[in-house]
């Protein structure tokens, strides 16, 4: 029987780069032998997929927070039982773009429901299940609006205010000081290659890790 593998999120604001480092990181393990799931949230499976495309859809009406939270963990579900937990079970390592920090960042932070809601839907939803380790990409809330801008049509989330950004901004920092144990902050508005040398010792903070719980590669 196969150990467990390890679950790691990539997390931060709007276009500071998770992506980019996302498949960075997987390439920098798939050289080292790690068998990788990359994966993302809202999304990961068919269904998932699907209520992405229901929550970043521009709309004609506003949306309820409740509502959009309720969603949120709705393709969480479906993504932690047909995706993420098989994996793990078999001993991959599954890599996120998102996971429910995101959830107390922008839904908490950015639009003020109470975490109470939250924890109670983590704990329904997840179990036992959180991340083993959770990389922080931060960056000022302008760099990254600028990136998304960049990019082209905004999306839902995209079109928020920079306030409202820097709510999300501050919930993260705040989380990643409270759970300093899982949590790695890099700074993202550096250039690409520093984000890249940060993201080569992650990795092999992690194969060390990985190492030392007995179970080698
Ligand atoms: N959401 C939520 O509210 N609650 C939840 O629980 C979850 C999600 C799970 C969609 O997520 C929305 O869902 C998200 C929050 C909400 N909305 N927002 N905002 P998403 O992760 O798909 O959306 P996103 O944050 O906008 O991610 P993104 O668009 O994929 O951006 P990114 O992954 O952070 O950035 P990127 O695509 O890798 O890079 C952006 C550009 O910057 C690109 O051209 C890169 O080449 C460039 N880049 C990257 N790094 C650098 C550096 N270091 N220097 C210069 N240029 C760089």
């Given amino acids: 029987m196969s150990a467990r593998g390890f679950f790691i999120t990539m997390e931060g604001g709007e276009g500071v780069g998770k992506s980019t480092s ?49 969603l949120i963990f709705a393709a969480r579900a479906q993504h932690i039982n ?20 995101a959830t107390y960042a922008y839904q908490c932070g950015g639009r003020g429901v109470d975490r109470d809601k939250v924890e109670q839907l983590e704990r329904l939803v997840q179990g036992t299940l959180r991340p083993d380790f959770t990389l922080l990409l931060d960056a000022p809330v302008e760099v990254g609006m600028q990136r998304a801008r960049e990019r082209g ?37 550096q250039p690409l290659e520093t984000v890249q040398k940060m993201l080569t010792a992650f990795s092999d903070e992690l ?11």
């Fill in 82 to 101: 047909a995706l993420i937990e098989p994996a793990l079970a078999a001993g991959k390592w599954v890599l996120s773009d998102r996971f429910t920090d």
């Fill in 22 to 70: 996302l498949f960075y990181l997987e390439a920098l393990l798939t050289a080292r032998g790690v068998d990788v799931v990359t994966t993302r949230e809202p999304g990961g499976t068919r269904l998932g997929e699907e209520v992405r495309e229901l929550l970043l859809r521009v709309r004609g009406e506003p949306v309820d927070a409740v509502a959009e939270l309720l």
């Fill in 153 to 189: 049509a905004l999306d839902r989330f995209e079109r928020e205010t920079r306030l409202f950004f820097e709510r999300v901004r501050q919930g993260y920092l705040r989380q990643a000081q409270d759970q300093a144990g899982r949590y790695r902050v890099i700074d993202a508005g």
């Fill in 207 to 217: 194969l060390a890790r990985w190492a030392t719980t007995g179970t080698g590669l």
